[in-house]
């Protein structure tokens, strides 16, 4: 194996959203030296690999940053950072006018104003907004990217950052990166649960699938303090396809129904999680399958949806052309996909204050990673990039970090190695353990299996075998860096379950039916919980640490 040490003032670990906008916004005000490292391939990675038809989070004419704080707030019944909120809120016009800028093509009306979808929406054609944020970002004179190296810890000496670990998935090399300062903009974590569709189709789900909660694996390990990793997300999307139904509810108004006609979504609410709770309670009681409802709407929206989806999940499109009838003709069926942790839709991740910095010194989070702010999407993971990235340009000014200590890197490099050698083999395979582990998830922590629902009994049976999982994946063995890969993201997915299992039994109450369903504590507890469930990993153990609310007006940085 070979190795290559590489010296950058600022790391960059994810070339997706939020990364590529922290390099454009570094290099525009700094000539500090950037190194990106992206697992994939920067041109088409991450959530905007295969493009968005619109940018959720935007502030339409007529309302405020501070109403968009108000509707995330109330989507997650109170558990929010409302600082960290405003903060990405007063920044997501000036991103989307840059974006504008870089080559996307935002629709407009006939006197120049942008086309909204709803209060909060833009319509776009952004098949190719990952491609035009990529080629800004190639075009940087002190940005250096790596595509195809997989960052897989952190080297932290004395609660300060000062470079990362990764392997060249191509060109089986491994790299001890030094760096002044690292931005962490992975993505979140699917994978950790049974998926709604098995075997080859197993990928066919709402969030990217290779997305493996490496940023926050990471972090956990190393000690850095994580947020409200109880609130799953659950997405409510088209049955088999896994197609997006935010273009139906609001592009053409579909409502939720059940097999007997009834719209029932106003029955239980209308928050992300009572959408999926509505959804599974009335196939529960009989009263599925769900649907929305399509039926009726003209010719011109029946065209308008078979495009928008041939652009963005082509595989409903061609269903309703096998099926001979358009969404005109038909409903559309429903359901919730298995739970993932994402901080851009709920708000899981780094516990930061406002400049973005976590709890270890000269490390800073964008985007999905960053807890306490959810409903960011694209525009929000722009607005933290460029938050971290002006954090970053700071921080560097007055600190400098020491040289990655040398056991340390033989370390990582012998437990490569070690993953590499025949002798170690277990008779396991990675794709075995990775199965175990969903099926654990899904029968013990609240999957589709159990209607999202569980218990603490169940999740203490859940953190026994995923521990089980945690020693065999000790005992893994890869042909090639490919497969090396695939051991480090198990292992990442592991380390972020027992995270979730943990958060999950430490909230006594039932706050977001579905997200977080817990059988023992079925309703909600103002009186003890309406606070923010952290953890921190000390001594082999997540200690749980909870903390007050951030409200409007307020402000917690660090130095608190």
């Known amino acids: ?55 959720n989070a935007y502030i339409v004419e007529g309302r405020t940053p501070q109403d968009y704080v108000d509707y995330a707030r109330k989507d997650a019944d109170e558990i929010v950072r409302e600082d960290l909120l405003l903060t990405m809120s007063e920044r997501l016009n000036s991103v989307t006018e840059r974006l504008e800028q870089l080559g996307l093509v935002i629709l407009k ?75 962490i903009a992975t993505g979140g974590a699917a994978g950790l649960y049974k998926p709604n569709n098995p075997g080859f189709s197993r990928h066919k789900m709402w969030y990217p699938p290779f997305n493996t909660g490496a940023g926050y694996a990471m972090g956990i390990r190393a000690g850095a303090e994580m947020t409200t990793f109880e609130m799953r997300f659950i997405a409510l999307r088209c049955k088999d396809t896994i197609a997006p139904t935010g273009t139906l509810a609001q592009g053409v108004g579909a409502k939720q129904v059940n097999s007997l006609g009834e719209v029932y979504e106003t029955k239980y609410g209308l928050t992300t999680s009572e959408r999926v709770y509505g959804t599974v309670n009335e196939n529960q009681e009989g009263r599925g399958p769900c649907y929305l409802r399509t039926e009726g709407i003209t010719p011109e929206q029946d065209e308008s949806l078979i495009k928008a989806y041939l652009n963005m999940a082509p595989s409903q499109t ?41 709890t270890i010194k000269g490390l800073y989070a964008a985007g999905d990673v960053a807890g306490g702010c959810p409903q960011k999407y694209v525009t929000g993971a722009l607005a933290e990039g460029e938050i971290a990235a002006l954090s970053v340009i700071d921080f560097i000014k007055g600190h400098t970090s020491a040289a990655i200590d040398d056991e340390l890197a033989k370390e990582k490099i012998s437990e490569a190695e070690r993953f590499l050698s025949k002798d170690s083999a277990s008779g396991f395979t990675t794709e075995q353990l990775e199965e175990a582990m969903q099926t654990v998830m899904d029968s013990y922590a609240g999957g589709i299996k159990t209607n999202y629902r569980f218990n603490e009994k169940q999740l203490d049976i859940a953190d026994a ?76 153990e997540l200690k749980i640490i909870f903390r007050d609310l951030v409200k409007g007006g307020e402000s917690y940085e660090h130095i608190n």
């Open 465 to 540: 075998k995923i521990q089980g999982l945690q020693k065999l994946s000790d005992g893994l063995h890869a042909e090639d860096f490919q497969e090396l890969m695939y051991i480090y993201e198990l292992r990442e997915r592991l380390t972020v379950c027992r995270s979730v299992i943990a958060h999950l039994k430490a909230r006594h109450e039932t706050r977001w039916h579905s997200f977080a369903e817990n059988l023992d504590y079925p309703e909600k507890d103002n009186e003890h919980f309406l606070k923010y469930v952290n953890s921190r990993y000390e001594n082999g």
């Open 1 to 55: 194996m070979k190795t290559e040490k590489i010296k950058t003032d600022i790391l960059i670990i994810g070339g997706g959203t939020a990364g590529c906008y922290a390099a454009l916004t570094i290099s525009e005000h700094s000539d500090a030296k950037v190194l990106i490292c992206e697992k994939a391939h920067i041109k088409r990675s991450g959530c905007l690999a295969a493009g968005v038809n619109a940018l």
């Open 109 to 183: 009306d006939e006197n120049g104003k942008y086309v909204t979808r709803g209060n909060r929406n833009l319509k776009i054609n952004g098949e190719n907004i990952k491609p035009i944020l990529a080629k800004a970002v190639k075009g940087l004179s002190n940005v250096t990217i790596l595509n195809r190296v997989n960052i897989i810890d952190y080297s932290v000496s004395d609660n300060r950052i000062n470079g990362a670990f990764g392997i060249g998935i191509e060109n089986d090399t491994f790299y001890i990166i030094e760096a002044n300062a690292v931005i």
């Open 318 to 358: 061609l269903k309703w052309i096998e099926s001979g009838k358009n969404p005109s003709q038909q409903n559309v069926e429903i359901e919730g996909t298995e739970p993932y942790i994402v901080g851009g839709h709920t708000a899981s991740g780094y516990w930061v204050d406002t400049k973005r910095a976590t």
